[in-house]
């Protein structure tokens, strides 16, 4: 039998033990299709789909068809199109629309989540609140994050199980790159802080065999400074200023504006002491 309606009201095509209201068995096989849902229209922005109602028939006739599937139609030739996931939350006796799209697959295969025209394989976008795209692992000691790779790279950044630190992990050289850890402190080239004084926030480690430097503070106009401070106000805070030279002093703000020089060493090695005024 091609059709099948038992007594119970279940309808089989292709089989005669339906078990679900409409129940529709074919051929098998690889990329094989038992339903063709097709709109009669060749005109863009029409939509073949399928509508969901989570409630019975209603007696006044209002549909309130609030889930839907569509394929909509876009310019070009045979047939090509984008599929929309869409969701209509108002409480009210309208019917979801394209416009209500929760998730669209573009004819690129981007993927839009909040928005019908996705410009990369993944895109989050909010009207209405913030755009977070969470992670979670509720396994005890698992980790969570995300994961990127090019062919010349392959990074993650996570939250390491057993643990409150971010790591950012280079899986090139099988390596952690930085870490921030629960109380706020940065490592970079280290996960550890025990062996230094538990007041720094930067920790900046290199390999002890290797003669290069660790840190860098490079300006393109000859004017490469750093800055520590002792308070939330620059003012009277020392200022370690590197232009050819290495000078010490202090200033009321970043830079040669309000400098006062205190020592300075220079390119051939000598040390000037109490220079400044």
């Keep these: 039998n091609r059709f099948e309606v038992r007594g119970d009201g279940n309808v089989g095509i292709g089989t005669v033990t339906p078990q679900k209201k409409v129940h529709i068995e074919g051929t098998g096989g690889a990329s094989e299709m038992q339903i063709l849902v097709s709109s009669a229209s060749d005109t863009v922005g029409h939509t073949a789909g399928i509508g969901l109602r989570g409630e019975g028939g209603e007696a006044d006739g209002d549909l309130r068809i609030k889930g839907g599937i569509f394929f909509e139609r876009i310019a070009g030739s045979f047939g090509n199109g984008k599929m929309i996931l869409a969701v209509n939350s108002s409480v009210s006796n309208t019917s979801v629309t394209v416009a209500d799209h929760a998730l669209t697959i573009d004819t690129n295969k981007n993927v839009g989540i909040g928005t019908a025209s996705p410009a990369y394989p993944l895109e989050v976008e909010s009207s209405g609140g913030n755009a977070y795209v969470f992670s979670e692992n509720t396994a005890a000691g698992g980790a969570s994050g995300f994961r990127w790779k090019t062919p010349d790279s392959e990074f993650s950044w996570y939250s390491a199980g057993g643990t409150n630190n971010m790591n950012l992990y280079d899986y090139t050289a099988s ?84 400098y006062a020089e205190r020592m300075r060493i220079d390119s051939g090695g000598s040390v000037i002491i109490g220079i400044g005024g």
């Excluded at 290797?210 to 200022?239: E, K």
Aim: no cysteine; proline share 1%; hydrophobic share 35%.
């Design 175 to 258: 390596a952690i790159r930085m870490t921030i850890d629960s109380s706020g402190n940065v490592g970079i080239g280290t996960t550890s802080f025990s062996h230094f004084s538990t007041a720094k926030h930067l920790l900046v480690e290199g390999d002890s065999v290797n003669t290069n430097s660790i840190v860098q503070v490079i300006s393109y106009d000859n004017l490469s400074s750093l800055a520590m401070y002792s308070g939330g106000n620059s003012s009277d805070n020392p200022l370690l200023l590197f232009q050819n030279d290495l000078r010490f002093g202090s200033a009321t703000d970043v830079g040669l504006g309000g």
